[in-house]
């Protein structure tokens, strides 16, 4: 069968859709892979998972503790796709609902303190890193993972919480960052937070000093797509 990705995106707004459309679709073309994008409430129907090897999950402005018009779909999706053994990257929201549909929503909590910025991970060995070297990834979030069966290999990490996950040795995965991101949209994002919460310079932090560091964050992404 030929390599066939699903891209299943959950962001609301029409600027957020589209900057995470763009930012996978320069690693799909990059790996000479095709790709069909549903946008839940927008496009007209979800395909048959027949058609597909890989699915991306993407953020979303919910949390994924709650109950949204979406659970139901995407969690009979991800069941679809393990039950059949197809491959899965799910960021950041989509990492969180990934561990509540495998292992419950008691995985998931609320941070006393939001992650957005440029942080600092430790990686241990795996496929999903090849060619990553001490990454500095971006963060947008308020919830995390933790405390987690031993269905799942943690697979990186940093100070603050569980950063990237394997499920049961399968090509299945949680990253809790954001590589399809670029600069303009992270700023975008942190702009966005800044205006809503005062509280943002105190949760915001910054290592990104190089830009080599960030140029590898692509190779998250397509190491995925080329399993």
Same mark, same amino acid.
């Given at each position: 069968m030929k390599t066939k990705l699903l891209v299943y995106n959950i962001m609301e707004y029409p600027e957020k859709i589209r900057m995470f459309n763009e930012g996978v679709s320069?690693?799909? !073309? &990059?790996?000479?892979m095709y790709a069909d994008f549903y946008i839940f409430g927008k496009s007209e129907k979800l395909w048959e998972i027949n058609n597909y090897t890989h699915l991306i999950i993407s953020g979303s402005e919910a949390s994924a503790m709650d109950e949204s018009p979406w659970t139901k779909e995407l969690t009979q999706l991800i069941t679809d796709f393990i039950i059949s053994d197809k491959k899965i990257l799910a960021i950041c929201y989509g990492h969180q609902f990934l561990v509540r549909v495998l292992a419950g929503r008691e995985y998931v909590f609320k941070m006393p303190v939001a992650e957005y910025g440029y942080s600092k991970i430790k990686i241990n060995k795996n496929r999903l890193f090849e060619g990553i070297n001490k990454p500095i990834v971006l963060e947008? @979030?308020? !919830? &995390? #993972? +933790? %405390?987690l069966p031993d269905e799942f290999e943690i697979i990186a990490e940093n100070n603050t919480c569980i950063q990237a996950i394997q499920y049961k040795g399968r !090509? #299945?995965?949680?990253v809790q960052f954001h590589p399809e991101f670029d600069r303009k949209a992270a700023q975008y994002f942190f702009d966005e937070a800044r205006s809503a919460d005062p509280e =943002?310079?105190? =949760?915001? @932090?910054?290592? @990104?000093n190089n830009e080599n560091a960030l140029a590898q964050n +692509?190779? =998250?992404?397509? %190491?995925f797509l080329k399993m």
């Open positions: 320069q690693e799909i !073309d &990059a790996c000479g947008l @979030h308020y !919830d &995390a #993972v +933790r %405390n !090509d #299945v995965f949680g =943002f310079p105190s =949760f915001f @932090h910054n290592y @990104h +692509r190779l =998250f992404i397509r %190491n």
